[in-house]
Antibody, heavy 125, light 107 residues
């Protein structure tokens, strides 16, 4: 059973870079699509971006100028970097995966079927 | 843009819940639904507009295609009171969009 776990600092100073890592257990990181999501306190879900097995990323246009997502197949991890953070970036950050090439069902390939528990990141001085 | 309605649905256990999700453009059947409870990560319920994910009870059903989608809970159980989000993933590669959610609470 695939499991995901986020890790990284829970507190980041304004204007600095938020860096998180997601460790994938029992998954095929080279065949799946890996996503970062966030949820501000009391708000809905916001897609940050994803990276395909090939290493090609796709980002939310609203965050694109500040986001980098990368994957390291040797460690079964993928990472998020968000630059120039402000208080508006305070949120619970989730990593999630879509089955990608591990399924033959086209409509399932992009659905987020496994999520990490989430990690709270606060932007404050 | 995905527009979910209503924002809040107040129902009694045993009642039927009907949640709506409207897309601003055609997304075929590339829609998923998630359930989220307080303090927990979202859980995939439905993908491809109408296919239940593994382990999801049969009282959850999805329908729709194009721009109009519906999640129905046939008979609400106490465990079903939560927030529900729709998600579209149309295109290649898709830009994900999520609705703002519908909260189903106890009347």
């Amino acid at each position: 059973q695939v499991q995901l776990q986020e890790s990284g600092p829970g507190l980041v100073k304004p204007s600095e870079t938020l860096s998180l890592t997601c460790t994938v257990s029992n998954g095929s990181i080279s065949s799946e699509y890996h996503t970062w999501m966030r949820q501000s306190p009391g708000k809905g879900l916001e897609w940050i971006g994803y990276i395909l097995y090939s290493g090609s990323p796709q980002y939310n246009p609203a965050l694109k100028s500040r986001v980098t997502i990368s994957v390291d197949t040797s460690t079964n991890q993928f990472s998020l970097k968000l630059t120039s953070v402000t208080a508006a970036d305070t949120a619970v950050y989730y990593c999630a995966r879509a089955p990608g090439l591990t399924t033959t069902v086209n409509t399932k390939r992009w659905a987020l079927d496994v999520w990490g528990p989430g990690t709270m990141v606060t932007v404050s001085s | 843009v995905l527009t979910q309605s209503p924002a809040t649905l107040s129902l009694l256990p045993g009642e039927r819940a009907t949640l709506s999700c409207r897309a601003s453009q055609i997304v075929n059947n590339n829609v998923a639904w998630y359930q989220q409870k307080p303090g927990q990560a979202p859980r995939l319920l439905i993908y491809g507009s109408s296919t239940r994910a593994t382990g999801v009870p049969a009282r959850f059903s999805g329908s729709g295609s194009g721009t109009e989608f519906t999640l129905t809970i046939s008979s609400l159980q106490s465990d079903d009171f939560a927030v529900y989000y729709c998600h579209q993933y149309h295109g290649w590669p898709p830009n994900y969009t999520f609705g703002l959610g519908t909260k189903v609470d106890i009347k």
